[in-house]
């Protein structure tokens, strides 16, 4: 019996894990479809294809935890309907294998899958889209980039104004245009024939040949003009710093959140970021209830050769109400902190009823 045993759990567990990773990669596949569409916009403005890529596959591990129960859910369905239908399950059960025997393979796979989800949930998740953040955050903010659709006017910053006729090269400009007018007391406008951006030390500069700057005097009016050959602008005060951007929930450890202060983030941010961080921990349970669920609805029962249909809309219905409970339960635990047990609940007691419903039905079997 132990050996059958094991034969019976490597068969059904590799159909599961294999099932999972495609239905994985499926939804993976429309994410990072669906995820690109707001990204264009960044690709559109000058980001480079390999940044764009990049910042797809960083967009992923938020995804992933969601993707996951969901594609174990129907990866639990189909291997364990396909038993049935095959009367695999009958031969299986007719020697001697109890529910709970059956139930192992998925319940050994729902383990292994909880535990990477837990990884991608409490580390990887928000690591990749801290970066994520602060990729997007340069490429928006970077200088060269701005300058990349030749012909547009486009703005540095409040109160300044970035033209080019065209562009040779990696960062050769020609018919440059700059426009400050962030002195009250002044404005000044670059002009020049060529140049180029560059990257120092110091920050960026942009190098401008043959050309002039002029200064409109707000008070008078007065215009000074000053020609030049040679003139180097100083742009790192409109460089973009890490330090100007704020931080999301989503970018912070398990520990930043729950740990937030209400005195320094105030009452509302701080009940904001802790609820973020009670269903981050929902998320890597996830795993478990709707492994728990799905098999019990898909083993416990009567069976029926002429179809099993209302066990397959049972079990991805109760995943399904599980995760958008759980995901408005969020914004509930917000409001109400006093509400984060029911959280858990939401999550836990399908675990619970489930196991008990195994262990009950194995009972009757063997008494």
Same mark, same amino acid.
């Given at each position: 019996?132990?050996?059958?045993?094991?034969?019976?759990?490597?068969?059904?567990?590799?159909?599961?894990?294999?099932?999972?990773?495609?239905?994985?990669?499926?939804?993976?596949?429309?994410?990072?479809?669906?995820?690109?569409?707001?990204?264009?916009?960044?690709?559109?403005?000058?980001?480079?294809?390999?940044?764009?890529?990049?910042?797809?596959?960083?967009?992923?591990?938020?995804?992933?935890?969601?993707?996951?129960?969901?594609?174990?859910?129907?990866?639990?369905?189909?291997?364990?309907?396909?038993?049935?239908?095959?009367?695999?399950?009958?031969?299986?059960?007719?020697?001697?294998?109890?529910?709970?025997?059956?139930?192992?393979?998925?319940?050994?796979?729902?383990?292994?899958?909880?535990?990477?989800?837990?990884?991608?949930?409490?580390?990887?998740?928000?690591?990749?889209?801290?970066?994520?953040?602060?990729?997007?955050?340069?490429?928006?903010?970077?200088?060269?980039?701005?300058?990349?659709?030749?012909?547009?006017?486009?703005?540095?910053?409040?109160?300044?104004?970035?033209?080019?006729?065209?562009?040779?090269?990696?960062?050769?400009?020609?018919?440059?245009?700059?426009?400050?007018?962030?002195?009250?007391?002044?404005?000044?406008?670059?002009?020049?024939?060529?140049?180029?951006?560059?990257?120092?030390?110091?920050?960026?500069?942009?190098?401008?040949?043959?050309?002039?700057?002029?200064?409109?005097?707000?008070?008078?009016?007065?215009?000074?003009?000053?020609?030049?050959?040679?003139?180097?602008?100083?742009? *790192?005060?409109?460089?973009?710093?890490?330090?100007?951007?704020?931080?999301? *929930?989503?970018?912070?450890?398990?520990?930043?959140?729950?740990?937030?202060?209400?005195?320094?983030?105030?009452?509302?941010?701080?009940?904001?970021?802790?609820?973020?961080?009670?269903?981050?921990?929902?998320?890597?349970?996830?795993?478990?209830?709707?492994?728990?669920?799905?098999?019990?609805?898909?083993?416990?029962?009567?069976?029926?050769?002429?179809?099993?249909?209302?066990?397959?809309?049972?079990?991805?219905?109760?995943?399904?109400?599980?995760?958008?409970?759980?995901?408005?339960?969020?914004?509930?635990?917000?409001?109400?902190? *006093?509400?984060?047990?029911?959280?858990?609940?939401?999550?836990?007691?399908?675990?619970?009823?489930?196991?008990?419903?195994?262990?009950?039905?194995?009972?009757?079997?063997?008494?």
């Amino acid at each position: 019996m132990p050996r059958i045993l094991s034969h019976i759990t490597r068969y059904l567990a590799r159909q599961i894990l294999l099932a999972t990773v495609l239905i994985t990669a499926v939804f993976a596949a429309i994410a990072i479809l669906w995820s690109a569409l707001p990204l264009l916009n960044n690709l559109s403005g000058g980001m480079g294809l390999n940044a764009f890529l990049w910042l797809l596959v960083l967009a992923m591990p938020r995804l992933l935890p969601i993707l996951i129960p969901l594609a174990l859910c129907l990866a639990l369905i189909f291997a364990y309907y396909r038993a049935q239908q095959d009367s695999e399950l009958v031969v299986m059960r007719a020697t001697g294998l109890s529910d709970w025997a059956l139930a192992k393979p998925g319940l050994l796979v729902g383990l292994i899958l909880m535990v990477a989800n837990a990884i991608m949930t409490f580390y990887l998740a928000p690591e990749a889209f801290r970066t994520f953040k602060e990729t997007q955050f340069l490429q928006r903010q970077d200088l060269a980039g701005l300058a990349v659709q030749a012909g547009k006017f486009r703005s540095l910053r409040s109160g300044t104004m970035f033209y080019v006729r065209e562009r040779s090269g990696e960062n050769a400009l020609r018919g440059i245009l700059f426009f400050d007018e962030r002195d009250p007391k002044k404005t000044q406008t670059w002009m020049a024939e060529y140049g180029a951006l560059t990257t120092t030390a110091e920050g960026p500069r942009l190098i401008l040949r043959n050309g002039n700057v002029q200064e409109v005097e707000t008070a008078t009016g007065r215009t000074n003009v000053l020609y030049f050959e040679h003139y180097t602008l100083d742009l *790192s005060r409109f460089a973009a710093k890490l330090s100007d951007r704020g931080r999301e *929930s989503e970018e912070l450890g398990i520990a930043e959140l729950l740990g937030a202060d209400p005195d320094k983030l105030g009452v509302k941010r701080a009940n904001s970021y802790k609820a973020a961080g009670h269903y981050r921990i929902v998320t890597a349970l996830f795993v478990a209830a709707i492994t728990t669920m799905t098999i019990t609805t898909m083993l416990v029962g009567p069976f029926s050769r002429r179809g099993q249909t209302w066990r397959v809309v049972l079990a991805f219905g109760l995943c399904a109400l599980v995760l958008l409970g759980a995901f408005l339960m969020q914004s509930v635990v917000t409001r109400s902190p *006093s509400a984060t047990p029911l959280l858990y609940l939401l999550v836990l007691m399908p675990c619970a009823i489930g196991a008990g419903i195994l262990w009950q039905n194995n009972r009757r079997r063997i008494g």
